[in-house]
């Protein structure tokens, strides 16, 4: 079955840092192109960085501080996130989109998972 599952999130302090997991083992890995998104409290869901045969993106918010990367032969995606802060806290999902495609403008129709909670404290 083709589903994404996220772990990893949890309550950290300012400064801390957290890795995030996505497990995706029923996908052909290399079949897919790879994201992450988050939704603030409030917000609407944005997309932060994401994976593929052309690289990786990050947005401005995270650059430097968050790392995107994968193991294939896990077929797992990983955010490293350091210096966390409290604007950083929200529900982090991840998504599989075609690999051809590129993660930000995933949809509905992709694969998403049901996300974890990410809370940064002052």
């Known amino acids: 079955e083709m589903q994404v599952e996220e772990s990893g999130g949890g309550s950290v302090q300012t400064g801390e840092s957290l890795r995030l997991s996505c497990a995706a083992p029923?996908?052909?890995?290399?079949?897919?192109?790879w994201g992450w998104f988050r939704q603030a409290p409030g917000k609407e869901r944005e997309g932060i960085s994401c994976i593929s045969h052309s690289g990786t993106y990050y947005v401005d918010t995270v650059k430097d501080r968050f790392t995107i990367s994968s193991d294939n032969a896990k077929k797992t995606v990983y955010l490293q996130m350091n210096s966390l802060k409290p604007e950083d806290t929200g529900v982090y999902y991840c998504v599989a989109v075609p690999w051809e495609s590129f993660c930000l403008y995933a949809d509905e129709n992709d694969h998403w998972g049901h996300g974890t909670q990410v809370t940064v404290s002052s």
């Open positions: 029923g996908f052909t890995f290399d079949d897919y192109s």
